[in-house]
């Protein structure tokens, strides 16, 4: 964790780490297994991502990557899809892709028809694809490639070419020192001649109402309208100025997005705004952007000088980044008088609704455990006590160590219980309206985290350790005068305790067993505990929001469990997030309400905020991407993904590879699969996106494979059909060869038979 030495406590306690951003995909070069750096991004008609990386061609499914070399062993500078090819540019050569019958990529080179024509050290920078052309832009000249011709149209320009650009249908390219040009039928007029735009290089350029928009390095951004060019003058011109802008492109929604040489990623609106400034202190893989492209579900990629990331602006799910630890991880918040408030094991912060920065409440400084909001007051539970929240200050009311958690007691309305480390206290409001200590309830010693009061004189207490207690208070509320330790649930590590819908809830390994408030004795729930059977158990944490809703957690799903609008049954949804994408501590999930479907969920680098009204997961498509078998020597042999496939009998085994094209960090999809023909049901979920069968009996097969992301099951179905030939001995020459020994076996035996007969005669 970064210490940093601040000079005061203003310093100290304002803190520029609040601003919630989209989530991060990262991708490493170990990852993606190619070269640092990333010089383009585009996305073909299969919806797979494809990448202009030092080493080659880089393609990624959404579950696998695969490279292919250059063509002729330089860095690749440009890619870009169309149709079913893949266009790229490097070193002297540009040409395109095209998958074969075996679903991998082959190069056909376009540049070797005008090999003559190429200039000394070309690279090929750009690639644009117009109508029934592909532009391809070297510092030198832009080639015009007809597709339905497959003939050329050169543009040499006499001073040469930084980039050129596609807007609204209008070819452009900039001319060191000359201006802005417009390529029409085919040849090049002067468009802008002015010194500001002329010294300097313009990195983007597209259109909004204002006119043309331009983007320069290093001197803000311009507006060309009515043959005039004039500064746009944004509210953060001047720190973009002193930021080297690399790349910059308009995204669908009109935004746009300013790649820089060492800060990272500024997204701005159309007006102008700043809304996101990302680099690798909020969770970017590095900060020279190199490339920018928005996909066709509006992600936008940026290819770095080390690694790939991804950033989901669309997703449901925003996050809180606190690379730096500055922060901490987060173990309750709450959102109180317009401000939110998070408890973390460095203290209490808080910000306000319209702020980025959070602040530090003085004198909280250390583990905080609870939040809680009850009778218009902010209690905070803390290693240190109790305090109460006002605005910016927090007033101790109990030193008494280790506040855990606060419930109301029925009928009471003026009184708190506290669970601490050693046992239950009592808050209560005095005459002065203010909350105060009253005393501790005697006979029962043991740490509260979890405890919840079943009715007026009984509470519920869960200790991991040592099990869960039947607490009867007398009628002092002075002590505990029976304490008991109930058989039934056992003890469990990470286990949790809930009330819910009329119910004290009790989750660890074991499942999940309920007693009514009413009273009576735990009993397994069937339908809860179905959640830890069908998932694996990670933690018994149950956690009760603003919104009545239960939370439960397992290592492959966020649970929330509400009751139905008729019924007062469960309903169970799933958040498909799993345990490593959470960065949570097990045991100490914590759930905050925000407003209307919005639910912050803490974890050790900052926190991530759910809207579950977006949690949608359609217009995704499961694909075969490859199938191959292996011989006798465990070589690899791919096979066509199309068409009719047989194999000799001695190639009985085959694996079959799939995936769904998504590239949401929170999102992953599980598969399920069955082999028509050999076993006609469905395979339980999984999330391996290979699947293997051996030693398959001679027939033909049909395989089978469906995703679902969370609770949504994805519509198509692929299929692959093939076929495993007979062995040679079972072959139809084999069997005329059986059937005519056979027939002659039995005529030699019927003659042998009838001589015997004969002689014997």
């Known amino acids: 964790m970064t210490r940093i030495l601040f000079f005061s406590f203003l310093l100290l306690s304002w803190l520029s780490i609040g601003q919630e951003q989209p989530p991060i995909l990262r991708f490493t070069p170990e990852e993606y297994q190619g070269a640092n750096q990333n010089w383009g991004v585009s996305q073909g008609e299969d919806e797979h991502i494809y990448i202009a990386n030092n080493e080659g061609l880089l393609e990624f499914d959404g579950a696998s990557w695969q490279i292919y070399s250059s063509p002729n062993e330089t860095i690749m500078r440009s890619v870009a899809a169309k149709d079913d090819r893949i266009y790229t540019g490097c070193y002297m050569e540009f040409g395109y892709w095209v998958k074969n019958e075996l679903n991998n990529l082959v190069y056909t080179s376009l540049s070797s028809k005008v090999k003559d024509q190429l200039k000394e050290d070309e690279q090929f920078w750009k690639i644009i694809p117009y109508e029934d052309w592909i532009i391809f832009q070297s510092l030198d000249q832009i080639y015009v490639y007809n597709v339905k011709t497959e003939s050329f149209n050169i543009i040499t320009p006499e001073n040469g070419i930084i980039y050129a650009y596609e807007v609204a249908g209008n070819i452009y390219y900039q001319s060191p020192g000359l201006g802005i040009y417009e390529i029409k039928n085919g040849k090049s007029r002067l468009l802008i001649d002015a010194p500001e735009i002329n010294e300097e290089r313009v990195v983007g350029m597209f259109s909004n109402e204002m006119g043309l928009v331009l983007v320069t390095e290093s001197e803000g951004l311009y507006i060309f309208s009515n043959d005039v060019l004039k500064p746009w003058n944004i509210p953060v011109g001047d720190l973009i100025k002193n930021w080297s802008i690399y ?349 209307e479907n919005n639910f912050l969920f803490g974890a050790t680098n900052g926190y991530f905020i759910i809207n579950t009204d977006k949690l949608s997961y359609q217009n995704y498509e499961v694909g075969i991407k490859g199938v191959y078998y292996n011989d006798e020597r465990l070589a690899r042999h791919s096979l066509p993904i199309e068409g009719e496939t047989a194999l000799e009998y001695k190639k009985n085994n085959i694996n079959i590879s799939f995936s769904v094209p998504e590239f949401e960090k929170f999102i992953i999809p599980e598969y399920q699969y069955k082999l028509g023909g050999f076993a006609d049901y469905w395979s339980p979920w999984t999330t391996n996106t290979t699947i293997g069968f051996e030693n398959l009996p001679f027939g033909t097969y049909t395989f089978f494979v469906r995703a679902r992301i969370g609770n949504t099951l994805i519509d198509n179905v692929a299929s692959y059909e093939f076929t495993i030939n007979r062995p040679w001995y079972l072959s139809n020459a084999m069997i005329a060869v059986y059937l005519v020994v056979f027939i002659f076996s039995g005529f030699v035996i019927h003659r042998i038979y009838k001589v015997y007969y004969e002689k014997k005669e």
């Open 247 to 595: 790349k910059a492109i308009q995204l669908s929604n009109g935004e746009i997005a300013l790649g820089t040489i060492s800060h990272g990623i500024i997204l701005l609106s159309k007006e102008g705004v700043k809304k996101y400034h990302i680099d690798q202190n909020k969770g970017l893989g590095n900060n020279t952007v190199l490339s920018l492209y928005e996909d066709h579900k509006n992600h936008l990629w940026l290819g770095l000088d080390n690694g790939v990331d991804c950033l989901n602006f669309n997703s449901p799910i925003v996050t809180h980044y606190d690379g730096a630890g500055m922060l901490g991880t987060v173990y309750a918040a709450t959102s109180y008088n317009d401000k939110l408030y998070v408890g973390t094991n460095q203290g209490l912060f808080y910000k306000g609704k319209n702020t980025d920065s959070y602040k530090l409440i003085e004198g909280t400084k250390g583990q905080v455990w609870s939040l809680y909001v009850y009778d218009d007051t902010l209690f905070c539970g803390h290693n240190i006590g109790t305090f109460i929240i006002k605005g910016d200050r927090a007033d101790l009311i109990s030193d008494v160590q280790g506040a855990w958690k606060y419930s109301q007691m029925p009928g009471k309305e003026n009184m708190l219980l506290q669970g601490n480390y050693q046992g239950i206290y009592v808050l209560r409001k005095n005459e002065s309206n203010n909350w105060q200590l009253s005393h501790k309830i005697e006979g029962f010693d043991y740490s509260s985290r979890y405890f919840e009061v079943r009715n007026d004189s009984e509470v519920i207490v869960s200790h991991e350790y040592k099990g869960v207690f039947l607490l009867t208070l007398d009628k002092s509320l002075k002590k505990f005068e029976k304490v008991e330790r109930l058989s039934v649930p056992e003890k469990g590590k990470n286990a949790g305790l809930a009330k819910f819908n009329r119910h004290i809830y009790y989750a660890s390994k074991d499942g999940v067993f309920a007693a009514p408030t009413e009273g009576g004795e735990f009993s397994k729930d069937s339908l809860l505990s179905t959640l830890f059977e069908n998932d694996t158990y990670c933690s018994g944490k149950l956690v009760i929001d603003e919104t009545g809703k239960l939370w439960i957690f397992t290592t492959n799903n966020i649970n929330y469990v509400s009751t139905g609008k008729l019924t007062t049954n469960p309903v169970i949804n799933k958040i498909p997030i799993p345990l490593n994408l959470r960065n949570t501590i097990n045991g100490f999930e914590n759930v905050t309400h925000l407003s």
